[in-house]
Each structure stands twice: as C-alpha cells, then as structure tokens.
C-alpha cells in the first residue's frame, strides 16, 4: 500500500515511483542511500516547462487582445516562488516530501523554495504517468480561477506580508518583524536573506534579489510553519 494520499492535485497516479520521486528532496538520498532512486529536480525542470507552456496558453485564450509583454508579466505572477509555495501549501504537500533530518531540521519543509519545486516536480510527473492531457486538466483547475479573477479585475498577485499581518493580528499576536541577516553577491546582482520573527521568534526565512522579494519569501516560509 502506498504511503502517499491517493490523490494529489487531484491526480490518482499510476506509476507510485513517479510520485515518490516528485517528493523526493536531495537531502533525503544523501542520507537514505536508496539504490535506484531519484530526486525531483528532473521532474521539476520538466514541470517548469509544462506549466510555462500551459498558462501561456490559458492567458492567450482568456485574453486574446493583450500584448505579449502584459501576457508575460502575468504568467510571471502566476509561477513566482511564493505562489507556487502557497499552492503547495493549499494542497497539503509539505507533509508529504521526504528530505534528510538535517534539512529537516533547517526548516525545509517550509522552504518556499523547495515547496515550490517539489509543486512543479509533481506537475512533471503527471505528465509522465498520465500524459498532457492530464496535466492540463490538473493546471486548468488550478488556475482557471485564478485567471478568471485577473479577468474580473481581481489582482493576481499573492501578498504573503499582508497575509502573514492579518493572521498574526486574528491570533491576536504581534506584527512581525524582517530583519536582514545575509547578503551575498555584487551590487548589480545581490542576493539578500531575510529573516522574519515574532516577539523574538523567528518563524521563517526567505531569499530573494531584492529585500522586497527576500521579505514575501520570508513571509511564505512563516505562513507554512504556522499552517503545518
């Protein structure tokens, strides 16, 4: 019997070793040594490019006067880190990745980042255990309302800060506080860490080329620790 749910984004897989591997953080290998197994960054690169592909299509269909720039920075909002973690996070997916204790322990199972693939990677491996038409199906009922709100009018773009402020002040708990703990890089090219805390608890970190960025990605990381 598998370990997995039998559905994950809506999908029943087939092929179980597709969807472990999807699961599978690098981490969780180093310290396993499982012969024959695989991580989820080849499914990841080939769920990246899927899901490129499928939401150029669904912003063409649902807005077929916009212009190729406006279309682009739409599908950006719609890929970025913190939406693709909150996505995972909505589908209940942290629980499920396997990684090693050390990864474990450095808070990766909220990492925005590694939510983020591991999100992707499994898009990647329904398109290899079901093919395209399955995976469209599954980004179609993602997405669909998504796209639909943007057409509405509704802003597309997820503000894990505000998120994050409201439900610290509905847990009746103080607002949070980001403060810069790393930053590496050139100055045309920098990459910054932030770090956010509540009363002096730190509740996650984030990265990004901007403090702005590194702030949301933090932000995303606190509101999986505080959701799982």
């Known amino acids: 019997m598998s370990p997995f749910p039998k559905l994950i984004l809506g999908h029943s897989f087939i092929n179980q070793r597709l969807l472990?591997?999807?699961?599978?953080?690098?981490?969780?290998?180093n310290e396993a040594r499982q012969e024959g197994a695989a991580d989820y960054q080849r499914l990841e690169f080939l769920g990246d490019a899927v899901l490129g592909f499928l939401l150029a299509d669904l912003l063409c269909q649902h807005f077929p006067a916009l212009p190729e720039g406006d279309l682009s920075r739409l599908r950006s909002s719609l890929v970025d880190q913190p939406r693709l973690a909150r996505l995972a996070v909505d589908a209940g997916i942290p629980p499920l990745i396997l990684m090693g204790k050390g990864a474990e322990r450095e808070g990766g199972r909220t990492n925005p980042s590694i939510l983020a693939d591991v999100f992707e990677a499994l898009l990647g491996a329904i398109h290899c255990?079901?093919?395209?038409?399955?995976?469209?199906?599954?980004?179609?009922?993602i997405y669909a309302p998504l796209v639909n709100a943007i057409a509405a009018g509704t802003p597309a773009h997820h503000d894990a800060k505000s998120e994050l402020q409201e439900l610290l002040a509905a847990r009746k708990q103080a607002a949070p506080v980001y403060n810069l703990v790393d930053q590496q890089g050139p100055d045309h090219d920098r990459l910054f860490c932030i770090e956010v805390s509540v009363d002096g608890m730190p509740l996650g970190q984030g990265q990004g080329r901007s403090k702005k960025a590194a702030q949301q990605s933090a932000a995303e990381s606190a509101l999986a620790r505080l959701r799982s």
């Open 129 to 141: 255990d079901a093919g395209f038409a399955a995976v469209q199906q599954v980004v179609k009922h």
């Open 20 to 29: 472990q591997q999807a699961l599978t953080h690098p981490s969780y290998l």
